[in-house]
Every structure is written in C-alpha cells, then in structure tokens.
C-alpha cells in the first residue's frame, strides 16, 4: 500500500465535489444480495437502502445516514467474478468512455444514466482491470471516505505498473510517481495529491486472480474486524501485519470478494 493521505479530509467529511480522475465510489455485484448484506451490516455497521432502479436489484450502503458504497445483484447468464470495483470521477462518462477505448481499454457496461447516482460505465483497462467511471447527477452527494466503515484507497495490482499506469495517466490525467522502480510502485496524483496506486508483480501475479483492484476499508481495529469476518464466514487471505500506513489485513467476504482492511497509523 502507497501513501494514502490527502485522499479523505482528516475529520473524514466528504469533499465537496470529486475532481475528474479521482476515486469517488465502489461497488460489489454478488449472486446474494441478502446474505451480503447480513455480512456487511455486521462488519462495517452499514445499513441499507434501495437504489436506482436502472441498476437492477440494487442498494446503497450508508454509514451514520451516509453513502459509502453501492451493491448489486449479478445477472444469472454471466459468469463474472464478485469483486470490488473502484469508479473514477468524470465531468463526461461518454467522452472518458472514448478515451477508455482509444487508449486500447474496454467498455463492457453503459454508458448509461442511473437516476441520482448520475451516469456510469464499467470497463477494464488493456490488461484486464475493471474499473467503473461515475458522472455524478446534481443530486448526488459525494461519498464519504476516510472513516471507519468507509472506502479509504484503491491499489491496482497488475503486471507492469508502468505500462498500466500510462494507461490511466492518459484517460483520467493521473501524474506518475514513481515510488520504487526496484519494486514496480506507482503512485497516481491528481493536483499533487495521491488518489490511487498501482503495483506491477510481473509472473508472479495470481493466475486465478489477473489484474484487479483492491478497495482498503478503514476499520477501528484491524484485529478485532479480522475475527468479526471470520465469525461471520469470511476468509483471511492475510493477516494483520504493521505498515508505514498502519495495520493492515488482506480478506474476503462469503462469496469471495476480496478487500483490506485498514487501521490507519496514529
């Protein structure tokens, strides 16, 4: 995990708006809405309502009456994987929909308009990466990050960290620094602030896995979060272990999506 400060305000308030390029949501597609929502609720404290309609069976998560993150139900006839997917801030979805696709990226969803979450498209990146791009309406408020139980950092783990990274310099025009060229480590700024990193693995990336993004959730205590997705028939892919950031864990939920979890430093 890269610098993530400057991401979230401090006091963990929202921004008031998300600069173009900036991570501004998440969202989960799974075959069970119900039981996802039982583990959530219980790791997070989340609570839910009914979100836009466009988007099939779907609610919002909130955290103390706030958006923090959105989940859906997988259409029946695809066989796609129940991950985390980061959306970047966009002033025109169709526009970064076409720079997605000119810079040798796909769209696999939208363009299209989802009421007051405002227009979105889900696409990958040319090594496989799926990513969302959210248009906010003038209803939508922006979500809150960087508190516990909510989304605090988004970390690419890819092949070639600067090959990909052009890619999203590119289209959502992130500046490159580079944090160890030893280790393939880059972090992605917008205005000098860093809003994203990506890690480059080389062979040693997961075949079963490819290319992904992974979503830190902020927790009071990464020991205890750890046993509560345990209890709560989840898995711990790594466990708790000091950074310069804090105390991290890697884990999935039920249906093995796959996020960390962050105590950040003091």
């Known amino acids: 995990m890269t610098d993530a400060r400057g991401y979230a305000r401090p006091n963990g308030e929202a ?3 998300h600069t173009p390029g900036t991570p501004c949501w998440v969202s989960l597609m799974v075959h069970g809405l119900e039981a996802t929502e039982e583990f959530y609720g219980a790791l997070f404290g989340w609570e839910f309502r009914p ?9 919002r998560a909130l955290h103390d009456g706030c958006p923090v993150a959105g989940i859906g139900v997988l259409p ?10 980061p959306y970047f801030a966009s002033d025109d979805v169709d526009l970064t929909a076409d720079a997605v696709r000119s ?11 989802a009421a007051d979450a405002g227009r979105l498209a889900i696409g990958s990146d040319p090594s496989g990466a799926v990513f969302g791009i959210r248009q906010a309406s003038a209803r939508t408020g922006p979500a809150v990050t960087g508190v516990p139980g909510a989304p605090a950092w988004n970390e690419l783990t890819t092949y070639d960290a600067a090959h990909v990274a052009k890619f999203y310099e590119t289209v959502f025009g992130h500046e490159e620094h580079t944090d160890s060229p030893a280790a393939d480590h880059v972090t992605l700024h917008l205005a000098g602030r ?20 992974t979503t830190y959730f902020v927790v009071t205590d990464v020991d205890d979060a750890v046993d509560r997705v345990r209890d709560l028939g989840g898995q711990v892919l790594a466990p708790p272990h000091n950074s310069d ?14 996020f960390a979890l962050l105590q950040p430093a003091q």
């Open 103 to 113: 810079c040798g990226g796909t769209i696999g969803v939208g363009p299209l308009d």
């Open 76 to 85: 029946p006839d695809r066989q796609l994987p129940v991950a985390w997917t």
């Open 194 to 213: 860093p809003v994203a990193a990506v890690h480059g693995l080389g062979n040693a990336l997961p075949r079963d896995r490819g290319p992904h993004w």
């Open 245 to 258: 950031h804090g105390r991290v864990a890697m884990v999935a939920d039920p249906e093995d999506a796959r």
């Open 15 to 17: 921004p008031a708006g």
């Open 51 to 59: 979100g836009p309609r466009q988007l099939g069976p779907y609610v």
